[in-house]
């Protein structure tokens, strides 16, 4: 593992404060990237670890991603007995009631009913690549397609300009949402429902940068991000495998 100067001793700081989030994401953190995203699984020992961790006093731990939250909840394997959080769709789909504006009324129908149409067309000028539909968003996926037609699909999406719908680039997809939620309000409406004083989140994709911006603001909170490329996080490791150091840090230093 290469680890961010600092990071041990960031963590066993982080974990020596009052009530705590541990967060996470799903893909490229806890779970390997894969060609299918359907067989997406936790690394082994991931989701011990994290039950581990939210049995802790003073800790709540949720799993904050992009997939919708069926999914979610079906890839990761928890369960409410877990008492971990779910959250999916960016935000967008918290498994629990959060101090977040989800009001999905007439209009933001309407929004995700145009962000279709639109994606829709680019999806259509430049197969194979595909859609995804989520309750409140909708998604250009371009794995798995020729590198010149996924560029120019991803191009096209990333210039689809319509009022109140919130474009997002992550890795080989494009995903419009027609609620303004993202991961980094999601996390901190987390930290208000749970009282936390600190938040610790791990993330691997662009759509994380959020969340690293929103958290930057606060000292007492630790970002890491997962893999390469730029990034708003303090610390960097290189892989989903060196999550678990991690997590085990944080859960012995709990304990401690």
């Not at 960031?10 to 404060?17: D, M, V, Y």
């Not at 995903?175 to 009282?195: C, D, H, M, N, V």
């Amino acid at each position: 593992m290469t680890e961010s100067s600092g990071l041990h001793d960031a963590l066993e700081s982080f974990a020596a404060r009052g009530p705590v989030l541990v967060a996470t994401d799903f893909d490229g953190v806890l779970a390997p990237l894969v060609t299918d995203p359907s067989t997406s699984r936790p690394i082994e020992g991931s989701m011990e670890l994290l039950r581990e961790i939210a049995a802790l006093p003073a800790v709540s731990v949720a799993i904050v991603s992009g997939r919708d939250l069926a999914a979610l909840r079906a890839l990761s394997g928890a369960a409410a007995a877990d008492d971990i959080a779910l959250i999916g769709s960016h935000g967008a789909e918290p498994d629990r009631e959060l101090p977040l504006d989800l009001t999905f009324d007439t209009a933001a129908r309407q929004r995700l009913a145009q962000a279709t149409e639109a994606l829709e067309e680019v999806a259509a000028a430049h197969p194979p690549t595909r859609i995804e539909r989520k309750p409140a968003g909708v998604v250009l996926h371009t794995r798995n397609v020729p590198a010149d037609i996924a560029a120019a699909a991803t191009r096209a999406a990333l210039a689809i300009d319509l009022p109140g719908v919130d474009v997002m680039d992550g890795k080989q997809i494009v995903e419009l949402s027609a609620l303004p939620i993202t991961k980094g309000s999601a996390l901190q409406a987390l930290a208000a429902e749970f009282g936390t004083v600190a938040t610790l989140y791990l993330g691997d994709d662009v759509t994380d940068e959020r969340a690293f911006a929103v958290l930057a603001d606060d000292p007492a909170n630790v970002t890491v991000k997962v893999g390469s490329g730029q990034t708003l996080a303090a610390y960097r490791i290189d892989s989903p495998e060196d999550v678990l150091p991690v997590l085990r840090t944080v859960r012995d230093a709990r304990r401690g």
